[in-house]
Every structure is written in structure tokens, then in C-alpha cells.
């Protein structure tokens, strides 16, 4: 029998909010480890800081099939729970497993063999090159377990479990706070209450931060793995643990062009940084820590965008073209409404925001400036999020993936070549180009969206 709870698309905002809340508590708890990385990380110099900002982008690069494999898995779940097919939603899961180690286990390989070049590639400052080759290596180790946390966990979002993925987050999270502070500082001393107690440390550095990130991803894999097996509608319990071609193929079309789109956002971030690069260190520091800083601030929208592609899902399972309107509606203006307020209050505190990651009064300067720029466009890429969620969630992976190729490589890319190779400006325009790319992005998801490309995938 189907939930009687499915088809509450009478109460989007009701439904959306409830939905989102908990994967806005977890990108927050992931924002705000980051933010307590980047900080203990900046107290170590501007050089420190350039060493993992240099490898964070190829890092979203690395992750972008992951999340990828994470909306197949949700659209064809999402689907099969909308029009009540829960035992076709437990044979699904069992592949998502399947899947999980297979996407982890090969990149964990290639991105083993390209550390140790990674850096010279990117035209990184020699003296960055060993830390930053280092850092990205031991990251990268645990990359099956991060594997699980992802896609599982979108497995879950897909039966409409946030709490859950929530959960496992924080504590992942505290896991990573804790390990951080024992493994990058030296042994120390902390003044508390009048009292003098001393803290243990191994004095690691870069390497430290590393370490902390590899050793919480591999809890949070086991720990996810666990919760996908007692969820009832997603338990593999008495399921074939075999691999269902069948299956694993339905979720790879809907994956690999929602892979492209992702790959070709994060290599042209990849590239964006190395065009970043040509500017100096100052730049680069400034330029990472902005990105890190600025997370914080559309976490909302994607709260908003795991929420509306569950729904977009829900409503393709049980062919309500209604439903999918009206979550669409309601998302669009719940995001452009919080991510003004998220944009405005970036705008009003640039600098104390640079301040908690770095001394640098140059890198403070430099970041505070192009997070000024990103404020005013939050309320776009709020709308672009939503959009391409709910073409992820009805499985038209492709029209995003046509999209991103244009607003990143057509006109954020190219235009920030124009401006670093032509007309010689610093990291303003370069910013101002994402920017403009941003909103390129969001026209293109509006007009498609407007055609009704939709459609198809609603009616079946």
C-alpha cells in the first residue's frame, strides 16, 4: 500500500521544509568543520592556506561523480517510492552498494596516481607543491567510505529520510574537530576558568588536517552503511546481494550525464583556480578562503534542492505533473526569499567572515572585496539550484549537463581569460565572470524549464 503521507503535494511548503531542514543542519555542520579547517589551517600561515585551498577544487572534481552516482540513485528510488513500488526501491538499494564501492574503489586509484603531480599541473609555487601533494593523497585514501556517506545517504534522502544522513553528519563532523585539534598543533597549554590544562598535539600541520578528514570519512562510511540496513524501505535484509544489470544500468544513464555536468563545473573550477594561480599566492589564499567562506551562505539552497528533487521524484513516480509544479514553485520562492537574506548578510560582513580564517591583512582585503561581488548574486544561483533539481529528480540529467558545459566553459572560463590575459585585471573580474556564469546557468534552466522539457519524464 502506498504512503499515506507520499502525496501531500496539497502542502509543498509544508513538505519542502520538512524535508530540507535536516540537510540544511547537515551542509551546515560540513560548512561549519570546513570554516574550523580553513581557520586552524590559516593560524598555520598564508602559505598553509594555499596549500589545501590549491587542491580543494580538484577535490570537488573527485567528489562530482560521487554526487552524481547520488542523484541517479535518488531519482530511480524517489520514482519507485512515488508510485509505491517499495520492494523495487529495496532491490535498488542493494545496488547502490554495488555501486558505492565500485565508483570509490576507482578513484581511489587514479587519484593515488595524479598527487604526485597534482601540484606542478596546477602551476602551483614550489614551495606549496609538497604539502598541497601530500594533503590531497591522504584525503583521498578513504575515498570507498566517502563513497558510502554520499550515495547511501542520498539513498535514504530518496525515501524521504534526512534525519539520518543528518545524524551520521555530526558526528562525522565532531569526529573531524576533534582529530584536528590533536593532530595539527604541537603539545600546548589552555587557560580555562583560572585553570592551565594542557592539550595534547602532535604537530603535524597541512599533513594533520589531512589525517583528521581520512579517519572521520571512514567512521561515517561504516556508520552510513548501518543506517541504509535498518531503514525498512531501504534494508537490503533478505534481498538478492547480487548485481541487477538491469538496475545499475537505469541508474548510470540518469548518473553519467548528471556526472558530466558535475565534472565539467568542478574541472572548470580546477581551471578557474589555475587561471587563479597566475596572480600569486596572496591571490590564491584569498581567492580558496572566499569559496569556503561564501558555502556557508547557499547552504539553505541546497537544503531546498535535496528536498524539491526528492519531491520532483515522488511526483514522476506517480505521474502528477501538478505536484511537480507546484514543489517547483514553492521551492523557487522559498530559495530566492532565503538566499536573499543569506546574500544580503554576506554582503554587510565580508570581512569579519575572511577574519576567521586568516590574519593575512592582504588576504582579508583581497577576499573580503570578491565576497561583496558573490553577495548580490545569491538570490540567482538560489533560482539555478532549484531548477536543476527538479530536472535531477525526474531523472533529465542531460539538460543540466548541456547548461553547465555553456555557463562554465563558454562564458566564465573564457571570459576570465580575457580578462587575466587581455585586459591584465586581478581577482574582482575573475570573480565577476563566475558571477556571470552563474546567471547564464539560470537563464538556460529557466528556458528549458518554460518549454516544458519536463514533461516527458512526468507522463512516462
Known sequence: MKDKTMHNSHKPFRTLLRLAWPVMVEEALTTIVQYIDAAMVGRLGAFA?????????????VNAPLWALGTGVLAILSREYGAGNHEQARRASVQSIWLSVFFGLILTVLTLGISPVLPAWM???????????????????????????????????????????????????????????????????????????????????VTGAAIATNLSYLVGGCLMLA???????????GKSLRPD????????????PAALTRIISCLGHVVFS?????????ALAAHSLALTAEEGFYIPGYGLQAAVSTLSGNAAGSRDMEALRRTCRTGLA??????????????LIPVPMMRLFTADPG???????????????????????????????????KTPLLYSLISMWAVRIALTQVCLSVFHLYLNAVWLCMVLGNITYLLLLSLAYARGRWRRFVTG
Not at 535498518?230 to 534494508?235: A, G, K, V
Not at 589555475?274 to 596572480?279: H, K
Open 334 to 347: 522559498l530559495n530566492i526569499g532565503i538566499m536573499c537574506l543569506t546574500g544580503f548578510t554576506l554582503f
Open 363 to 397: 588576504v582579508i582585503a583581497d577576499g573580503a572585496s570578491v565576497l561583496r561581488i558573490v553577495a548580490l548574486s545569491e538570490p540567482f544561483f538560489g533560482a539555478a539550484i532549484i531548477l536543476e533539481g527538479v530536472f535531477d529528480g525526474i531523472g533529465d540529467t
Open 49 to 61: 592556506s594555499a596549500a589545501v585551498g590549491l587542491t580543494s577544487t580538484v577535490t570537488w572534481l
Open 227 to 237: 543506517a541504509l540496513w535498518r531503514n525498512p524501505l531501504t534494508s537490503p535484509a
Open 123 to 205: 602551476g602551483a609555487d614550489p614551495a606549496i607543491r609538497a604539502p598541497a601533494s601530500a594533503y590531497f593523497s591522504i584525503i583521498c585514501l578513504p575515498l570507498i567510505a566517502r563513497s558510502l556517506i554520499i550515495v547511501l545517504g542520498s539513498t535514504l534522502r530518496a525515501v524521504r529520510d534526512t534525519r539520518t544522513p543528518m545524524r551520521v553528519s555530526l558526528l562525522i563532523n565532531l569526529i573531524n574537530i576533534v582529530l584536528n585539534a590533536l593532530l595539527i598543533f604541537p603539545a600546548r597549554t589552555m587557560s580555562l576558568f583560572g585553570l592551565v590544562l594542557p592539550l595534547p598535539g602532535m604537530d603535524l600541520g
Open 245 to 256: 544489470p538491469g538496475i545499475i544500468r537505469q541508474c548510470l544513464r540518469i548518473t553519467l
Open 274 to 282: 589555475a587561471q587563479v594561480t597566475r596572480l600569486g599566492t596572496q
